[in-house]
């Protein structure tokens, strides 16, 4: 490389704004990795691809931390700036490959990035690509790299991170970064840290789907809170995540069996405690897999517990409602089905009136539950719901349940019939 003593060894990679070789220095004949811009991209002076790729390298240059990836050099070249960081042994990315990690391991990392963005979120830095490729295991540690897309939150400048471009890697990606990548918080990068926790703990990419029930049960309520669609629903700031992570992990195992815990914690609930109403909710998604607690203690929920879990931890509300709906299918004695179509009607009551997927899920259930019971109880209810239904979007949604659910929709044909219905709920049921 002419008026640079570096010399290319091979080519490990691309991403972000630049190439990553493998070289040797011309004097030390030290192996470093080095990392230049991108050839398609404008790299003269004043250019914006230029202005991104040496704020890289000030940002990454100047976060000192034990955590975060060092660079060795700045180097200045006809072809642009480029700077070399130390030779790592291997990505985690790569040691993914080989499967999920245990328990531990993946703890170890998890915090050890946390501790990292954490330090980078104190300096007013957000990552914004984090993902198992940019974690690199260098010296016995750990570390994050790559910090071409990130943002200093410092800047108001607008012409390096343009609004409404696209940022970050698709599998580990907050959503929010299709809509403006530089209006993003922390928990953008919250939510890339709990995407790589989920892939070390179930050896899957998260992407493109995410299976909460792979995720090791003390986990669960942890990672699925991280990676919320919803910003606001996320943990704020990464040490609110880490303090809760070291909890999980270090704290005194709580021995008190689940319905007794829960028990109380509804008491606590209705007593108008809430965080007692928080616990009680992450305790529900934490043993979602339980299917005899599930069935003896959530069909006891009342409306004023469900409607209270439904405003101070809504995600989890609906992850409770999804589970006990799967330990819903079958066959159950009478009074269970009757139990079971109550709490759907509950939940009907306290569901926001535009979460239609809750919605839906309830009226199939009812739907279900009844004519496969040829429970008139439930036909009955199913009924009143419905003709209490009045907006376009509810009267469409019962239409298509009906039509989509004919042998159902035969049994419950008779009770829908007592009422006064629009058109279009008629016209879906069976012709008599």
Same mark, same amino acid.
Not at 83 to 88: E, K
Not at 169 to 177: C, F, I, L, N
Not at 249 to 263: N, Q
């Given at each position: ?6 010399? !290319? ?9 630049? &190439? ?18 991108? *050839? ?29 990836? /060092? $660079?060795?050099?700045?180097? !200045? ?25 245990? #328990?531990? #391991?993946?703890?170890? $990392? ?18 914004? *690509? ?29 012409? $390096? ?24 918080? #922390? ?16 050896? !899957? ?25 919803? /910003? ?13 992570? #070291? ?23 209705? &007593? ?82 535009? *979460?239609?997927?809750i919605r839906r899920l309830v009226l199939r259930r009812i739907l279900i539950v009844g004519a496969s019971h040829n429970r008139f109880f439930i036909g009955e209810m199913f009924a009143s719901i419905v003709s209490k239904m009045k907006e376009a979007e509810d009267i ?28 279009? $709920?008629?016209?879906?049921? /069976?012709?008599?």
């Amino acid at each position: 490389m002419a008026g640079v003593k570096l010399f !290319k060894i091979r080519k490990l990679g691309a991403g972000g704004q630049g &190439e990553v070789w493998l070289a040797r220095e011309g004097q030390t004949q030290e192996i470093v990795v080095l990392k230049h811009p991108l *050839d398609t991209l404008d790299v003269s002076e004043g250019s914006a691809d230029r202005a991104r790729f040496e704020r890289e390298v000030r940002i990454q240059s100047t976060l000192r931390h034990d955590g975060i990836m /060092p $660079i060795l050099r700045i180097y !200045k070249s006809p072809t642009g700036p480029l700077f070399t960081m130390p030779y790592a042994e291997m990505s985690l990315e790569q040691k993914l490959a080989n499967g999920p990690l245990t #328990e531990t #391991e993946s703890v170890d $990392i998890i915090l050890t990035i946390a501790d990292a963005v954490g330090f980078a979120h104190s300096e007013g830095v957000l990552h914004r *690509d984090l993902k198992p490729a940019n974690i690199l295991f260098l010296n016995g540690r750990w570390v994050v790299s790559d910090f071409g897309l990130c943002r200093d939150v410092n800047s108001d400048s607008v012409t $390096i991170t343009q609004s409404k471009t696209v940022v970050g890697s698709v599998a580990y990606m907050a959503p929010e970064q299709y809509d403006d990548a530089h209006e993003v918080t #922390e928990s953008a990068d919250i939510l890339s840290i709990g995407r790589i926790f989920y892939h070390c703990l179930t050896g !899957k990419v998260p992407f493109p789907y995410f299976r909460r029930e792979l995720v090791p049960a003390r986990f669960r309520y942890l990672i699925t809170r991280s990676v919320a669609d919803e /910003p606001s629903d996320r943990y704020q700031t990464v040490s609110e995540f880490r303090q809760e992570l #070291e909890l999980l992990v270090t704290g005194v195992p709580d021995l008190t069996p689940p319905m007794e815990r829960a028990r109380a914690l509804n008491a606590e609930s209705l &007593e108008g405690d809430s965080e007692a109403t928080l616990s009680l909710a992450r305790l529900l998604v934490e043993k979602a897999d339980d299917e005899v607690f599930y069935k003896d203690f959530v069909p006891a929920l009342s409306v004023e517990t469900l409607s209270e879990i439904q405003k101070c931890a809504p995600q989890e509300f609906r992850q409770v409602v999804s589970a006990f709906d799967q330990f819903s299918e079958g066959s159950h004695p009478f009074s269970y089905t009757d139990a079971i179509a109550k709490f759907f009607r509950n939940v009907a009551f306290v569901a926001p009136d535009d *979460d239609y997927t809750i919605r839906r899920l309830v009226l199939r259930r009812i739907l279900i539950v009844g004519a496969s019971h040829n429970r008139f109880f439930i036909g009955e209810m199913f009924a009143s719901i419905v003709s209490k239904m009045k907006e376009a979007e509810d009267i469409l949604l019962v239409a298509s349940l009906l039509r989509e659910h004919q042998d159902e929709a035969r049994f419950m044909s008779f009770y829908l019939r007592q009422h006064s219905l629009p058109t279009a $709920i008629m016209a879906a049921l /069976p012709s008599e």
